[in-house]
């Protein structure tokens, strides 16, 4: 029975993310385009989720989670340093209050092999919760270890 549910919401929700933009409606045609964008990222339908945030950004620059949504995607197709250029906004645009997109953030500039900008940011994080799971072992240290010769 669930699944029927599933499948009718993300009708409904192809439906609305097909529908002209309309501004009064903004927010709930935002809401809906990163509702599907994030369910086709859990069907590893990349594209077309990277399609429904690009059009998100369209109307709304400063959506953080549309940001946060192409990071993962880039993240999964191992663009390590587009997914920090993209983590980058949406911690931006998240004010850099929120910890579990500076961790995403700090991973990929590791990943890019940026450990002064990994370094930075985890700092930033621990400023903002200072036991953050995982952190200080498996980027802070990393980071820090990688800078040494």
């Given at each position: 029975?669930?699944l029927k549910?599933?499948a009718?919401?993300r009708n409904?929700?192809?439906?609305?993310?097909k529908?002209?933009?309309?501004?009064e409606?903004a927010?709930?045609m935002?809401?809906?385009y990163?509702?599907l964008a994030?369910?086709?990222?859990?069907?590893n339908k990349n594209?077309?989720a990277?399609?429904?945030?690009?059009?998100c950004?369209?109307?709304?620059?400063?959506?953080?989670k549309?940001?946060?949504y192409q990071?993962?995607?880039y993240?999964?197709?191992?663009?390590?340093a587009?997914?920090?250029q993209?983590?980058?906004?949406a911690?931006?645009f998240?004010?850099q209050?929120?910890?579990a997109v500076g961790?995403?953030l700090?991973?990929?500039?590791?990943?890019a092999?940026?450990y002064?900008?990994?370094?930075?940011?985890c700092?930033l994080?621990?400023?903002?919760?200072?036991s953050?799971?995982k952190?200080?072992?498996?980027?802070l240290?990393k980071?820090r270890?990688s800078?040494?010769?």
């Amino acid at each position: 029975r669930l699944l029927k549910q599933d499948a009718k919401a993300r009708n409904h929700l192809k439906r609305i993310s097909k529908m002209q933009y309309n501004s009064e409606e903004a927010e709930e045609m935002e809401l809906s385009y990163l509702l599907l964008a994030e369910g086709y990222i859990q069907s590893n339908k990349n594209d077309l989720a990277q399609e429904l945030c690009r059009k998100c950004l369209t109307h709304n620059k400063s959506c953080a989670k549309a940001w946060e949504y192409q990071g993962l995607i880039y993240e999964k197709e191992a663009s390590y340093a587009d997914a920090a250029q993209v983590y980058e906004m949406a911690w931006q645009f998240d004010n850099q209050r929120n910890p579990a997109v500076g961790y995403k953030l700090a991973f990929n500039l590791l990943k890019a092999k940026r450990y002064v900008d990994a370094i930075n940011i985890c700092h930033l994080v621990l400023a903002i919760q200072p036991s953050y799971p995982k952190l200080q072992t498996e980027i802070l240290l990393k980071a820090r270890s990688s800078l040494r010769p």
